[in-house]
């Protein structure tokens, strides 16, 4: 990791900058995929999966036979981890429900709003260096709990054709029974389009890698939703002599180990927390199974000392991390301070990774500088929220000449004739 000191305002956005996505580039590669699963369907994402992940799939659809099968592979050990943290997972986000609101904003003016399911969504968990089956409870607890009507679930298959274990469990444990083993853009694609195997939904969710990242944008220009713009994963820990280094080292490193493209950020408060810091993530570093992973992760990540602290919260501010740990003494006047994060993290006994997998809150966050304009997945993440009004005779009465007054000054007669007819009815009734 690079260290500076100091550094100026003109200089942060140089010095931080997130490894480049090269977003058109990716997306020339992306676009004959989403093309071929559109014209092609089942059959492009069985070519797909041979092509990528060197596998022959004669089912996309995981069978009843498989999932049962994943109850004996996986320990019971793993099985006790994964039920807490779903317990956890839906304590927090039911709380997140809000009640239907119904007000009389005036005599005879009846105003509504209620939360209204997604019919159906589309969970892509990755595959790849790592079996994702945390973020099956991330995204599938939320899901189940709005109420949405179909889940289905995208996860690629390993070189035998099979999804690991712990992911089939966990979705089964939800409730998700539609368990299609294709990954990448051409996931992406099918839930997009619809295939034979796969329905097209409404909203898709789940992180990725570049690829999968271009095809949710793409997605939305077809009138799909997504959850959030995500890049690769990210932290910023900020530190002081109240920090212990072996615990920060450790949450930099938890993050580095995510992907090489991985970021993470050291604002510490002086010369002498970076040093004992930066020497503890070379110690840990070399005991990593996946130390040439974080290796390379932090060659695109840097040490800030920042001896003011306001400056030091302007500067993350400015950042906007996904994931913001907050290890200084004065850690309750910094977290009110802070305006742009996915998951703010307080104190020396809150590692970043129990947000990952079993705290309650939720690790799909916005990356990339998104926080600044995105939030997090939540319950929310999966209704809409429609509003509803009644009006009485009375109600007409009483607020009908103020919409006249305000429709005919924007010369919409239509508008303002809507309202007049109906008052002249009532005045010739009464």
């Given at each position: 990791?690079?260290v500076?000191?100091?550094?100026?305002?003109?200089?942060?956005?140089k010095?931080?900058?997130?490894?480049?996505?090269?977003?058109?580039?990716i997306?020339?590669?992306?676009?004959?995929?989403?093309?071929?699963?559109?014209?092609?369907?089942?059959k492009?994402?069985?070519?797909?999966?041979?092509?990528?992940?060197?596998?022959?799939?004669?089912?996309l659809?995981?069978?009843?036979?498989e999932?049962n099968?994943s109850?004996?592979?996986?320990?019971?050990?793993?099985?006790?981890?994964?039920?807490?943290?779903?317990?956890?997972?839906e304590k927090?986000?039911?709380?997140?429900a809000?009640?239907?609101?119904?007000?009389?904003?005036?005599?005879?003016?009846?105003?509504?709003?209620?939360?209204?399911?997604?019919?159906k969504?589309?969970?892509?968990?990755?595959?790849?260096?790592?079996?994702l089956?945390?973020?099956?409870l991330?995204?599938?607890?939320?899901a189940?709990?709005?109420g949405?009507?179909?889940?289905?679930l995208?996860?690629?298959?390993?070189?035998?054709?099979?999804?690991?274990?712990?992911?089939?469990?966990?979705?089964?444990?939800?409730?998700?029974?539609?368990i299609?083993?294709v990954?990448?853009a051409?996931?992406?694609?099918?839930m997009?389009?619809?295939?034979?195997?796969?329905?097209?939904?409404?909203?898709?969710?789940?992180?990725?890698?570049?690829?999968?990242?271009a095809?949710?944008?793409?997605?939305t220009?077809?009138g799909?939703?997504i959850?959030?713009?995500a890049?690769?994963?990210?932290?910023?820990?900020?530190?002081d002599?109240?920090?212990?280094?072996?615990?920060?080292a450790?949450?930099?490193l938890?993050?580095?180990e995510?992907?090489?493209d991985?970021?993470?950020?050291?604002?510490a408060s002086?010369?002498?927390?970076?040093?004992k810091?930066?020497?503890?993530?070379?110690?840990?570093?070399?005991?990593?199974p996946r130390?040439a992973?974080?290796?390379?992760?932090?060659?695109?990540?840097?040490?800030?000392?920042?001896?003011?602290?306001?400056?030091?919260?302007?500067?993350?501010n400015?950042y906007?991390?996904e994931?913001?740990?907050?290890?200084?003494?004065?850690?309750?006047?910094?977290?009110?301070?802070?305006?742009?994060a996915?998951?703010v993290?307080?104190?020396?006994?809150?590692?970043?990774?129990?947000?990952?997998?079993?705290?309650?809150?939720?690790?799909?966050?916005?990356?990339?500088?998104f926080?600044?304009?995105?939030?997090?997945?939540s319950?929310d993440?999966f209704?809409?929220?429609?509003?509803?009004?009644?009006i009485?005779?009375t109600?007409?009465?009483?607020?009908g000449?103020?919409?006249?007054?305000l429709?005919?000054?924007?010369?919409?007669?239509?508008h303002?004739?809507?309202v007049?007819?109906?008052?002249?009815?009532?005045?010739?009734n009464?």
């Amino acid at each position: 990791m690079r260290v500076i000191t100091n550094p100026s305002k003109s200089e942060w956005k140089k010095e931080l900058a997130r490894p480049v996505q090269k977003m058109k580039e990716i997306q020339k590669i992306v676009k004959p995929i989403m093309r071929k699963v559109n014209r092609q369907g089942d059959k492009a994402l069985k070519k797909f999966a041979l092509e990528y992940d060197h596998v022959e799939i004669k089912e996309l659809l995981v069978s009843r036979e498989e999932v049962n099968e994943s109850y004996e592979q996986v320990d019971q050990k793993l099985k006790d981890a994964i039920l807490l943290a779903k317990d956890n997972i839906e304590k927090f986000h039911k709380a997140q429900a809000t009640p239907d609101l119904t007000m009389e904003v005036m005599e005879g003016v009846t105003c509504m709003r209620r939360s209204v399911p997604i019919q159906k969504v589309g969970l892509y968990i990755p595959g790849g260096t790592a079996p994702l089956f945390s973020t099956v409870l991330m995204l599938g607890v939320p899901a189940n709990l709005a109420g949405c009507e179909e889940i289905v679930l995208c996860t690629p298959p390993n070189k035998e054709g099979k999804i690991h274990p712990a992911i089939l469990y966990t979705a089964d444990l939800i409730g998700i029974d539609k368990i299609v083993k294709v990954g990448g853009a051409q996931a992406i694609a099918a839930m997009t389009y619809g295939t034979e195997s796969v329905p097209q939904v409404a909203k898709i969710f789940g992180p990725g890698n570049q690829y999968v990242t271009a095809a949710k944008q793409l997605a939305t220009k077809k009138g799909i939703a997504i959850d959030m713009p995500a890049g690769p994963s990210e932290v910023l820990v900020y530190a002081d002599e109240t920090a212990i280094p072996a615990f920060v080292a450790s949450d930099l490193l938890s993050q580095a180990e995510h992907g090489i493209d991985s970021q993470v950020i050291l604002v510490a408060s002086s010369s002498k927390v970076a040093e004992k810091t930066l020497k503890e993530v070379e110690n840990q570093l070399e005991k990593l199974p996946r130390k040439a992973i974080a290796k390379k992760a932090l060659e695109n990540s840097i040490a800030v000392v920042m001896g003011n602290q306001d400056k030091a919260i302007s500067l993350i501010n400015e950042y906007a991390p996904e994931h913001l740990i907050i290890n200084v003494e004065n850690d309750e006047e910094v977290v009110a301070q802070i305006i742009n994060a996915g998951s703010v993290f307080i104190g020396n006994f809150t590692p970043e990774s129990a947000g990952d997998y079993a705290s309650g809150t939720n690790h799909t966050l916005p990356t990339y500088g998104f926080a600044k304009n995105y939030s997090g997945v939540s319950l929310d993440s999966f209704v809409k929220k429609i509003t509803y009004q009644k009006i009485t005779k009375t109600g007409i009465q009483n607020l009908g000449p103020t919409i006249e007054v305000l429709a005919g000054n924007e010369m919409l007669d239509a508008h303002k004739n809507a309202v007049s007819i109906r008052l002249k009815y009532l005045e010739d009734n009464q």
